[in-house]
């Protein structure tokens, strides 16, 4: 079992909609948990964090984290085409320092 | 805040032929993280350093790999005798440890490494 598992994609979504990403994980001791996206040839962006259970929303972004299910998704509202891109979910070691990365789902917002 | 700086952004080499990658951290940054992303095995987490000391280098795939941190403004990251397998893009990646539990990393552009 991966440690940080993603569905690869592509999620193909109409400009407007809702696009939802989803992660699951396997440490369950893990207590920060991330969202990155990337641009095709860029590096990684971190464009959302959270800890506790719930939701957190940041403008058009909402993650969602459910540790008993350890499960974490990124909901996208309002998509645009300029969201097309690959999103990283990404979990901190609860024994260490490091982060593990999903191997990340592409989406695509087609107008 | 110039960010992470590597270098070179592309690097082209011959099988067989001797590699280095470069990173700056980010100033203040006490961890220093090389991740080599490519389709097949996504991002992956080569080693890690805390102030200049190496952490964790379970991820550094074989002995032609290495890295160094010699201060808290510099890394390298080695590989000897490059491969063909070895092309990938390289991520260098730092943060205060601190806030790293809140922000996560700061990516740098990355080196395209192709090894013909």
């Known amino acids: 079992q991966k440690e940080v598992e993603q569905n690869s994609g592509p999620l193909s979504v109409p400009e407007g909609a809702i696009a939802s990403l989803n992660c699951t994980y396997s440490?369950?001791?893990?207590?920060?948990f991330f969202w990155y996206r990337q641009y095709s040839g860029k590096s990684p962006e971190l464009i959302m964090s959270i800890y506790s259970n719930g939701d957190k929303e940041d403008g058009r972004f909402t993650a969602q984290l459910n540790k008993a299910s350890q499960y974490v998704s990124l909901l996208i509202r309002d998509s645009q085409p300029s969201d097309s891109a690959t999103y990283l979910c990404?979990?901190?070691?609860?024994?260490?320092?490091?982060?593990?990365f999903g191997s990340g789902t592409r989406l695509s917002i087609r107008p | 805040d110039a960010g992470v700086i590597q270098s070179p952004r592309h690097e082209v080499t011959e099988m067989g032929q001797e590699v280095t990658l470069r990173c700056k951290p980010i100033s203040g940054h006490n961890s220093l993280f090389w991740y080599r992303q490519t389709m097949m095995r996504g991002l992956e987490l080569l080693i890690y350093f805390n102030n200049n000391v190496p952490i964790d280098d379970s991820g550094m795939p074989e002995d032609r790999f290495s890295a160094k941190m010699p201060n808290a403004s510099f890394s390298t990251l080695k590989i000897q005798p490059s491969e063909p397998r070895d092309s990938a893009v390289y991520f260098c990646?730092?943060?205060?440890?601190?806030?790293?539990?809140?922000?996560?990393?700061?990516f740098g552009s990355g080196t395209r490494l192709t090894v013909v």
């Open positions: 990646a730092s943060s205060l440890d601190r806030r790293a539990v809140l922000w996560g990393y700061t």
């Open positions: 990404a979990v901190r070691a609860s024994s260490a320092s490091k982060i593990i």
């Open positions: 440490d369950r001791g893990s207590q920060s």
